[in-house]
């Protein structure tokens, strides 16, 4: 089965260009969740959704982050304007529903960010 | 709040044995363990639920202390494929209890 899969892989940007992220959970998997990685901070949970619906997002650090989810398959992280401390590494994540308390989070290989 | 898991690092000879524990201030209802290559994703590797014991990788094993608010994954006879990094996932018994909060990370290097 395929897994969690993220896009691009790796991007290089300037300052203050639009950047979006991509992310297509596990099949099934009712549970989205989007995390930033960097060596000061660890790794910071954004925001995560449950059947498409945002539950939490007070880890999205500013305005200028957003989150979609259109639907099962699809979520998007979009950062506008982009900032060189937006640099990181970001992982989009999926678990199942049922008894979430037992539930891994499946991780993508994650997007490597560099904002110049 | 973050949970904190010592020692934040660990350097091994291959074949010993390592703990690494995972504290939090606040009543858990579960605690997930990941383990994560250089460059590359974080691994599940097993959760522990209230109550609970598992054992579910390798000669890896985990127990949690209620009590405590703490649980402990344990290394036994530690192999090259162990180094990486060890995280571990606390989530709350109320709230918003679908989120996941990781600690720091313990560096963990196995050595020939």
């Known amino acids: 089965d395929a897994g969690v899969i993220q896009s691009p892989r790796h991007e290089v940007t300037e300052m203050g260009q639009e950047v979006t992220l991509r992310c297509k959970p596990i099949?099934?998997?009712?549970?989205l969740f989007w995390y930033r990685q960097t060596m000061m901070r660890g790794l910071e949970l954004l925001i995560y959704?449950?059947?498409?619906?945002?539950?939490?997002d007070s880890g999205m650090p500013e305005d200028r982050f957003s989150a979609k989810m259109p639907n099962a398959s699809f979520s998007t992280l979009k950062i506008q304007p982009s900032e060189p401390r937006d640099s990181a590494v970001y992982f989009c994540?999926?678990?199942?529903?049922?008894?979430?308390?037992?539930?891994?989070?499946?991780f993508g290989d994650g997007t490597r960010l560099s904002i110049l | 709040q973050q949970p904190v898991q010592s020692p934040q690092a660990v350097i091994l000879r291959e074949g010993e044995d390592a703990v690494i524990n995972c504290s939090s201030s606040?009543?858990?209802?579960?605690v997930h363990w990941y383990r994560q290559k250089h460059g590359e994703a974080p691994v599940f590797l097993m959760i522990?639920?209230?109550?609970?014991e598992q054992k579910g990788h390798e000669k890896i094993s985990a127990s949690f202390n209620e009590k405590k608010q703490q649980s402990s994954l344990y290394l036994t006879a530690s192999q090259l494929s162990y180094s990486g990094t060890y995280f571990c996932?606390?989530?709350?018994?109320?709230?918003?209890?679908?989120?996941?909060?990781f600690g720091q990370g313990t560096t963990l290097q196995v050595k020939p």
């Open positions: 996932g606390s989530r709350g018994l109320s709230g918003n209890t679908g989120k996941l909060i």
């Open positions: 522990l639920l209230k109550g609970g």
């Open positions: 994540a999926s678990s199942g529903g049922q008894g979430f308390h037992n539930q891994p989070q499946h």
């Open positions: 606040k009543a858990l209802y579960s």
């Open positions: 959704f449950n059947n498409n619906v945002p539950i939490d």
């Open positions: 099949s099934g998997h009712d549970y």
